[in-house]
């Protein structure tokens, strides 16, 4: 159960990792400039973001399957069933994932910062990058789980042992 968590929440923050700035988000920012958010909303659009997301949905719906199914086969058929369903439901509201994005992206950077990443995004370099991240973004979340649970591993050990040199009893 923990390591599905785990999984589901290294998803999250490659998810999140998208969009990098979203982490460094203040919920009371200032309100972008005319100029800032019109840059972002185009950086969003070139950048493919919801393309992106809406490409995760079904592996975090995957992820999240087993927490919730726990073995049992006709709540298994169901979320089969509704999978799609609930995917759909989720479209209509990729628009407001969005505009926050290109909101964080206008708190985060200027205007000319933002037309910077835009044209980087449009040279041949900028869309092979794109066309790859969802496969990145898929590598990139291998390798993270692989990693935590070789640290995780180790640095349990090493606690241990170190607790007990100082007298506990683990």
């Not at 628009?95 to 909101?103: F, K, R």
């Amino acid at each position: 159960m923990m390591d599905r968590l785990l999984r589901v929440t290294a998803l999250l923050v490659v998810v999140m990792s998208l969009s990098a700035p979203l982490a460094r988000a203040q919920t009371a920012a200032p309100a972008p400039s005319a100029d800032a958010l019109a840059a972002a909303r185009e950086l969003v659009t070139t950048i493919h973001f919801v393309d992106q997301f809406k490409a995760l949905m079904p592996t975090l719906m995957t992820s999240l399957k087993p927490a919730i199914v726990q073995g049992r086969s006709e709540v298994e058929r169901d979320y089969d069933a509704l999978m799609p369903v609930m995917l759909a439901a989720f479209q209509a509201r990729f628009s407001e994932l969005s505009e926050a994005v290109a909101i964080v992206y206008a708190n985060n950077f200027t205007p000319d910062d933002l037309r910077g990443l835009i044209a980087f995004y449009k040279t041949p370099v900028g869309q092979k990058f794109l066309a790859k991240s969802p496969a990145l973004t898929q590598q990139s979340l291998l390798a993270g789980q692989k990693f935590g649970q070789s640290v995780s591993v180790e640095l349990r050990q090493r606690m241990i042992e170190e607790l007990r040199k100082k007298g506990h009893n683990i």
